[in-house]
């Protein structure tokens, strides 16, 4: 089981330089890619892209793509506009030498402000056959530091959800406990209130009808199948738990059902403890909605 969170870095180099990839993961329904990089072409960018498609299913991911050239490497070629240089200089000079002027012989940092620059600095282009292996290489470091990173986090989340399904079942125990209890004592209230009414008459209490009136509350309060349901939902979602392969989605859909099977049982109960556990089942299903957020 994988979380959607995690972080990979990862580099390659060869004889034109170093590529240094970074890969960020936080939750989301689908699978989004972000693309930063470096003045990569965009087959580059798309060979990255193809690479995350492969090992993710979801997940908002932010990808970075960096370059840096060899040391030593000829990635910048410097060109001096020679004639431009040498009027630039008879120029000053000549200026030097006007009438009412005071001014020293010009030097290099002069002549680098002059308004049309007389060097020229060019940055040679990497070619894509040249960076690709490196794009591929530090992607397959950056994904797999990522993998390893979403597989820790997958192992602590599954260990808290399964700590948070034993709960929930120790609760439906109690539900089920609960449930023939209900029945009972509805009975020997509608008896003791019988009884009372009839204090000081000469009236029998009518046994069929209780018994009538008890069937009757028992059809209406019965929750028996919902928390059946419920056992069979959370068996279901230990079964999710152990299985390969992208989860958070079946797992978000197994949540929706177990909370109309409670919800269902809070419609129908009438014990105030019974209510009572409702609501406790209800925020743990919360919790656990949460942190099915985040799994991939």
């Keep these: 089981m994988n979380s959607m969170t ?4 990862g580099t390659a180099e060869n004889d034109a330089g170093t590529v240094t990839a970074e890969v960020k993961a936080v939750n989301s329904r689908f699978l989004e890619i972000n693309m930063r990089t470096d003045h990569f072409s965009a087959a580059l960018e798309d060979l990255a892209a193809r690479k995350l498609k492969e090992k993710l299913h979801r997940g908002k991911v932010n990808v970075s793509l960096s370059f840096m050239p060899a040391v030593g490497g000829s990635h910048y070629t410097v060109e001096l506009d020679r004639p431009l240089l040498e009027a630039y200089v008879k120029a000053l000079d000549e200026g030097r030498k006007t009438k009412g002027l005071r001014n020293k012989r010009p030097v290099i940092s002069d002549l680098l402000s002059l308004p049309q620059p007389f060097i020229t600095v060019r940055k040679e282009t990497v070619s894509d056959e040249a960076l690709s292996p490196l794009v591929e290489n530090a992607m397959d470091e950056a994904i797999e530091g990522l ?8 192992e602590n989340l599954k260990k808290d959800l399964e700590k948070r399904l034993s709960f929930l079942e120790e609760k439906r125990q109690f539900l089920l406990s609960k449930q023939d209890v209900a029945v009972k004592e509805y009975e020997e209230r509608l008896k003791a209130r019988i009884d009372k009414a009839l204090e000081g008459r000469d009236a029998e209490t009518d046994e069929d009808r ?6 009757i509350y028992s059809e209406k309060v019965d929750y028996t199948e919902e928390v059946v349901r419920l056992g069979s939902h959370l068996s279901q979602f230990r079964q999710i738990l152990d299985s390969d392969g992208p989860i958070g989605r079946k797992l978000d859909f197994l949540l929706q059902e177990i909370n109309r099977e409670v919800n269902t049982t809070a419609s129908k109960a009438s014990d105030t403890e019974v209510v009572d556990c409702v609501i406790i089942i209800k925020t743990e299903l919360e919790k656990l909605r949460e942190q099915v957020q985040n799994i991939e």
């Design 6 to 9: 995690g972080f990979g870095r």
């Design 147 to 154: 993998l390893t990173m979403r597989r820790t986090e997958g």
């Design 210 to 215: 209780v018994l009538q009136e008890v069937a």
